[in-house]
């Protein structure tokens, strides 16, 4: 039988504005990054995203918000969004990505249709202050416990190649093992110009080891590569290595600042490799 692929789908509907200053986040004001600034899209225009997201396949959909977390304001805005979603689209898991959250609003926002929350922990507890110093890497944490808690299901992973060590690779995966997500995204550090980290200390064969420890480490979870796939798995060999290592599922179509590839051209290409794209996000 052939392996299931989960394609996933974002959507920067409010972008560019965070005060924090993340050394690996062109949304950060702080880095005066060329990248498209706007406050919220319109709900018409999000729903409409949605459906070409899902006539591309995906079976995830993620709404994500620039800025350090969620306040009263932005937890009704992104409420209102899922529920006229779910209204239109059915069979689709809904995903919300809007930072540090409370426990009162993730309830909230599953009361209102969304199905899980993506909050990755970036890098490790050890290395997390050099690479931000306006929020802690505890705060991250205890907002996946939150989301946990409020009876979502939980998306957390992390960037690696920021700089940081085999022993933060690692720390950061015993972190990410210890909250027990549902899926796990893996983001490759893409360098920005703008940015304080200029350059990437991860290759090939060390992405491909990371997906397989994470496997290994967390057997049940769902592995995603999401940004830098297309920076590291040039090929069709490679990315098929990529899907034996342990990863089963993928990001199409455009990341929150930076152009992805062509949907269909990931649909040939699993085609070509054999897979199954999954038609429900809850198949296993």
């Known amino acids: 039988m052939a392996k299931e692929i989960f394609l996933c789908a974002i959507n920067n509907i409010l972008s560019g504005n965070c005060s924090e200053d993340c050394a690996f986040c062109t949304q950060s004001v702080k880095h005066k990054a060329q990248i498209s600034r706007y406050k919220v899209k319109p709900i018409e225009q999000i729903i409409q995203e949605a459906k070409e997201a899902k006539a591309n396949g995906a079976v995830g959909y993620c709404l994500v918000t620039a800025g350090k977390g969620l306040d009263d304001k932005k937890t009704q805005i992104v409420a209102k969004i899922a529920y006229e979603l ?8 809904l995903i919300a990505c809007n930072g540090t959250a409370s426990l009162e609003q993730l309830k909230y926002l599953k009361e209102h249709g969304v199905d899980s929350y993506n909050h990755n922990l970036e890098s490790s507890k ?14 991250r944490y205890n907002t996946v416990q939150n989301a946990k808690e409020a009876g979502l299901k939980v998306c957390s992973g992390g960037i690696f190649g920021m700089g940081e060590s085999g022993k933060d690779r690692d720390s950061l995966i015993d972190s990410i093992a210890s909250l027990n997500p549902h899926s796990i995204p893996i983001n490759f550090f893409v360098p920005n110009p703008s940015l304080p980290i200029t350059s990437t200390n991860i290759r090939y064969k060390e992405a491909l080891d990371i997906i397989k420890k994470v496997k290994e480490k967390i057997p049940n979870a769902r592995i995603m590569v999401a940004g830098g796939r297309e920076q590291l798995f040039t090929t069709t060999k490679e990315e098929q290595e990529m899907f034996n290592a342990g990863a089963s599922s993928i990001v199409i179509g455009n990341y929150l600042t930076v152009k992805g590839l062509n949907p269909q051209t990931d649909r040939d290409r699993l085609k070509e490799l054999g897979y199954k794209i999954a038609t429900n996000c809850h198949a296993k």
């Open 126 to 139: 050890e290395y997390y202050s050099k690479i931000c110093t306006t929020h802690t890497w505890q705060e």
């Open 86 to 93: 779910k209204k239109e689209l059915n069979n689709f898991n």
